[in-house]
């Protein structure tokens, strides 16, 4: 398999669970500037939505969209346990969280990211981005993680949601249910040798 990343973009979360799940994979940097890969190909006619994270598959079939990507990752490898099986109730609060980061939170940094965007705009992003969070920060207040209380794919993506907050110099960032809640994925070796390869470290 090959994942198309982009150093410390959202493609950080299925490059952590390829990792977390000891499944073999080629990491592909995209210079998203460009929108090109190393050698100079163009990244639209890999993946005509032309972000990342894109995973190839060994039969070469492309899959996108970070969520579908990580719960695939974790199915191939079960004894991971970064998923919780299929009609186990867990399984489907795991999505609920998967889609509240990726629509509710993810998508709302949109305008700190966009050149030119002005001041007001980002402020408005940043307390609407604080404001998805509390519901995070309270599901993670007396537990520590967010699905049944074991880590999952789910924590991997508000994971790199936190980095992106800390990134930004959020108050979010310092909350102390969040600073306990992070520190033990800082410290997995998976998350630890993800941020190597990316040059994050
Ligand atoms: N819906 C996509 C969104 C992916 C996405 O927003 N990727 C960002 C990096 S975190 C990107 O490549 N942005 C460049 C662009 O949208 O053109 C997913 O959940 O995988």
């Known amino acids: 398999m090959k994942l198309y990343y982009s150093p410390g973009a959202c493609s950080l979360s299925p490059h952590i669970v390829l990792r977390e799940a000891e499944l073999e994979f080629e990491l592909v940097k ?9 050698g100079g190909e163009n990244y639209r006619t890999i993946n ?11 039969n070469g079939e492309l899959m996108t969209e970070g969520p579908a990507i990580v719960q695939y990752l974790a199915d191939l490898n079960p004894g991971a346990n970064l998923v ?14 998967l889609n509240y980061i990726a629509s509710e939170i993810h998508k709302s940094f949109g305008p700190l990211v966009v050149p030119g965007g002005s001041e007001e705009n980002k402020e408005r992003a940043i307390a609407h981005i604080h404001q ?3 519901i995070v920060r309270d599901a993670v207040s007396d537990r520590d993680y967010l699905v049944g209380n074991r880590y999952s794919v789910a924590d991997i993506y508000m994971y790199v949601m936190l980095r992106w907050a800390d990134m930004f110099r959020m108050d979010a960032a310092g909350w102390p249910e969040f600073v306990a809640y992070r520190a033990p994925i800082d410290e997995r070796p998976a998350v630890d040798a993800a941020l190597q390869a990316e040059g994050l470290k």
Do not use: F, H, S
Not at 30 to 38: A, K
Not at 85 to 94: C, F, K, L, M, S
């Open 30 to 38: 995209v210079d998203m500037r460009t929108r090109t890969i190393d």
């Open 48 to 58: 005509p939505k032309a972000y990342v994270p894109a995973l190839e598959l060994d």
């Open 84 to 97: 919780p099986p299929p009609t186990d109730p867990d399984r489907y609060r795991g999505q609920e969280w």
């Open 132 to 134: 998805r969070m509390e």
